[in-house]
């Protein structure tokens, strides 16, 4: 085979693989975003334009430790009932419909801060769904908060939703200094976000009435929780001290693990396992089309666009990258465009207006993000969103959040 022919047919690979990621399931091929990117990453082996030792080095296996570390962290906070736990306290002590929808916020937030948003989603959604019906209010904008929130929080720290990861492990950036940068972004955001929310369900919030719950607090299993939240401190404390983030998250997870005395298998289940097969394929089809040079090639035409000052790269970028993903995931965007951060001219700042970007996109659309579409898709016995009941709300609060977002991470930069 010669080079030219390996490129269109890597090129060719990744068009399709991206297709199926992007869009909806086809009927010639019913396949998810998992299972597609493990189509790709057969094809690129198969066809020959990796070897299986290419293959099996283009795998960020950093990025899968620490997800996997978080996803055991958030498996045992639930199996503790914390979860379930929090959502009953918060409906108790929330005097109206209205701070009930900031305390989710809140709470939905700072937990996507500290987890991984999708996992937060995932365990959430049911018991919210579950408290807004034993209180009797309607569920759109909860579910909105709860999905939107858990995106905005997610910006503040590196292990808060799965492209920060990626971008922790390609720009080295120490932990505190990437979250000293966009905390203050990420509370701003959800302010934001309160403030949309509350005025377009004004007269919906208004007119709800909230009905506590009557019977005893859900179970809370006291030793177990504080088992994951002592393994949870140690990890962040592990981070902070500028240990492998990676390594350091599993660490903490199998320490929770040897000292709960749970039947593994159930914690086990609970890892979102497709989410890392994923994660794994991707890495693969991905660095076949860096083999290519295609993303190089790309931006060269468009680097005179981004400007030259570091102000001007920062709002073009930012554009850039939410555009780029909800066009084709942030993910995917992620790892494509990542290799033409060190040619800009502040290449620290500019990975961060990346996570910034690429996060706070993820609230324009309902495909805008996994953490959207499980909140949906798991709230569907009970209520459906639609296109535009999502859009409406979640354009504004995307361009509000991202603009007072970037220009607060410029100010203090």
């Not at 403030?195 to 208004?206: A, I, M």
């Not at 035409?301 to 554009?319: E, H, S, Y």
């Not at 509000?400 to 100010?411: I, M």
Request: charged letters at 10%; proline letters at 6%.
């Amino acid at each position: 085979m010669t080079p030219s022919q390996r490129e269109f047919l890597a090129i060719a690979i990744f068009a399709l693989t991206y297709l199926l990621i992007s869009g909806r399931r086809l009927k010639v091929l019913p396949l998810n975003r998992p299972a597609a990117a493990l189509l790709g990453t057969v094809l690129m082996v198969t066809t020959g334009v990796l070897t299986p030792e290419q293959a099996y080095r283009a795998v960020d296996y950093d990025t899968l430790v620490l997800l996997l570390g978080m996803m055991l962290l958030s498996a045992y906070l639930f199996l503790a009932g914390f979860f379930d736990w929090a959502a009953d306290w918060i409906l108790r002590v929330a005097p109206t419909p209205q701070r009930l929808l900031l305390y989710l916020i809140i709470a939905s937030g700072t937990l996507s801060a500290l987890l991984v948003n999708d996992t937060v989603c995932l365990m959430l959604t049911p018991l919210v769904v579950t408290v807004m019906v034993r209180g009797r209010l309607p569920l759109p904008p909860y579910l909105l908060a709860l999905a939107m929130s858990a995106n905005l929080g997610s910006v503040a720290t590196l292990v808060g939703n799965p492209q920060n990861m990626i971008i922790g492990r390609l720009s080295g950036l120490p932990f505190l200094q990437f979250s000293a940068a966009l905390l203050p972004v990420a509370v701003a955001g959800l302010a934001i976000q309160y403030l949309v929310l509350r005025l377009g369900f004004h007269r919906l919030l208004k007119n709800a009435t909230l009905h506590r719950p009557a019977g005893p607090a859900p179970p809370l299993d006291r030793r177990l929780l504080g088992l994951a939240t002592g393994g949870l401190a140690l990890v962040f404390a592990g981070f902070l001290a500028g240990l492998n983030l990676a390594w350091t998250a599993l660490a903490g997870g199998a320490l929770v693990m040897v000292l709960a005395r749970r039947d593994t298998h159930e914690v086990l289940k609970l890892v979102d396992w497709h989410l890392l097969v994923f994660f794994a394929a991707l890495f693969v089809v991905v660095e076949a089309l860096n083999g290519t040079g295609l993303p190089d090639q790309i931006y060269g035409p468009l680097r005179g666009l981004f400007g030259d000052t570091v102000t001007a790269q920062a709002w073009n970028l930012a554009w850039f990258s939410a555009l780029g993903s909800n066009v084709f995931s942030n993910v995917p965007f992620v790892l494509v465009a990542g290799k033409w951060i060190p040619q800009f001219a502040d290449p620290a700042l500019m990975w961060q207006v990346m996570a910034l970007a690429t996060t706070f996109a993820g609230n324009l659309t309902i495909l805008g993000s996994v953490a959207n579409l499980i909140v949906v898709e798991s709230a569907r016995g009970h209520c459906e969103v639609g296109f535009w009941d999502y859009a409406r709300f979640g354009i504004p609060i995307t361009f509000l959040t991202t603009a007072v977002g970037l220009a607060l991470l410029l100010a203090l930069h």
